[in-house]
């Protein structure tokens, strides 16, 4: 079976017409394969809520608004069409929310935990979410008193310090404030005289650092040095200090007996050093032995014998 050129074209049309019109209420979270279940709320107004606008639970949408009509009792009449598959819960509540920050509106339905379920075509109940400026009211006018009640305390403590401000106590402000005047500029004279000497104190830091980077150079001579300090502190606080000077002022003691021993002609070294005789015996000794150094030195040939390669000795 074969289709014209015309018929092909219009069943292409169609099917795209229908694809479209599928995808746009699929799109808006509705579908056209199955009937929804219509309930009923009213609210005082609706705020811009427009025919199919989204029916969400926690964000997901469930269904679409049907209708929006007035009623008799002066309200307006809200018809929800919610997927079959969705069951309500007594006591939920549709709340009238902004979907964004447009304002776009929308209908979340507030479920509970009861177990018994709303029927299909009854009331649920409703309640609308305040506007983006009502929101902003709400927090701002409690900050708002706040700020008239600081503004109202502020108000007072300057008239208090209004009346408190006489004549001479403004007279006192301006003295101070020449004070503080004439302190600024003497501390901006100090600044001028340490800005010129700025190089000299540059240098003095500059040697400053180079001190201190020789000393960092240095630590491991320094720290060596200072082992061996405490080597010989610990060695000198291990030795028998007190025994040694003993034994030193024992050694002085004795050394001071032998000498009064000695000058009191005492003992042999002590006859020695103070006999005369011994004395004049041991000067005409060493007379003696200068002369006989002196014969020798003059005639060795007599007290020395002298061997010649080739000839004998001769005494």
């Known amino acids: 079976?074969?289709?014209?050129?015309?018929?092909?074209?219009?069943?292409?049309?169609?099917?795209?017409?229908?694809?479209?019109?599928?995808?746009?209420?699929f799109l808006k979270g509705t579908s056209l394969f199955y009937d929804f279940e219509e309930y009923t709320c009213y609210y005082d107004n609706v705020q811009g809520l427009q025919n199919s606008s989204l029916v969400q639970i926690k964000g997901f949408s469930v269904g679409k608004v049907a209708s929006i009509s007035l009623a008799s009792n002066g309200k307006v009449k809200v018809v929800l069409a919610i997927n079959p598959s969705v069951k309500i819960p007594t006591h939920s509540v549709a709340k009238l929310v902004s979907a964004d920050l447009l304002g776009t509106k929308a209908i979340s339905l507030q479920i509970t935990n009861e177990t018994t379920m709303i029927e299909p075509g009854s009331e649920i109940a409703s309640i609308v979410e305040g506007g983006l400026m009502e929101n902003?009211?709400?927090?701002?006018?409690?900050?708002?008193?706040?700020?008239?009640?600081?503004?109202?305390?502020?108000?007072?403590?300057?008239e208090n310090l209004n009346n408190t401000l006489n004549d001479n106590t403004k007279n006192d402000i301006q003295k101070s404030i020449s004070t503080l005047k004439s302190s600024l500029e003497h501390?901006?004279?100090?600044?001028?005289?340490?800005?010129k000497e700025s190089s000299k104190i540059a240098a003095i830091i500059t040697n400053t650092n180079n001190f201190t980077k020789t000393l960092s150079d240095q630590n491991n001579q320094l720290s060596a040095t200072l082992k061996n300090f405490n080597v010989v502190s610990e060695k000198l606080a291990?030795?028998?200090?007190?025994?040694?000077?003993?034994?030193?002022?024992?050694?002085?003691?004795?050394?001071?007996?032998?000498?009064?021993?000695?000058?009191?002609?005492?003992?042999?070294?002590?006859?020695?050093?103070?006999?005369?005789?011994?004395y004049d015996n041991a000067n005409k000794s060493i007379q003696s032995l200068n002369a006989l150094l002196e014969d020798v030195k003059a005639h060795p040939a007599r007290y020395f014998s002298f061997s010649i390669i080739g000839k004998k000795a001769t005494k």
């Open 238 to 278: 291990a030795a028998p200090l007190d025994k040694t000077i003993q034994d030193l002022q024992k050694s002085l003691d004795e050394m001071q007996g032998l000498l009064q021993k000695v000058n009191k002609g005492e003992g042999s070294i002590g006859k020695a050093f103070n006999d005369k005789e011994v």
């Open 136 to 158: 902003v009211s709400s927090q701002f006018n409690p900050i708002a008193n706040e700020i008239a009640k600081v503004m109202m305390k502020l108000n007072v403590l300057l």
């Open 1 to 25: 079976m074969t289709f014209s050129k015309e018929a092909k074209i219009g069943i292409l049309t169609a099917a795209a017409l229908l694809i479209f019109f599928v995808g746009f209420y």
């Open 187 to 195: 501390i901006e004279h100090v600044a001028g005289s340490v800005d």
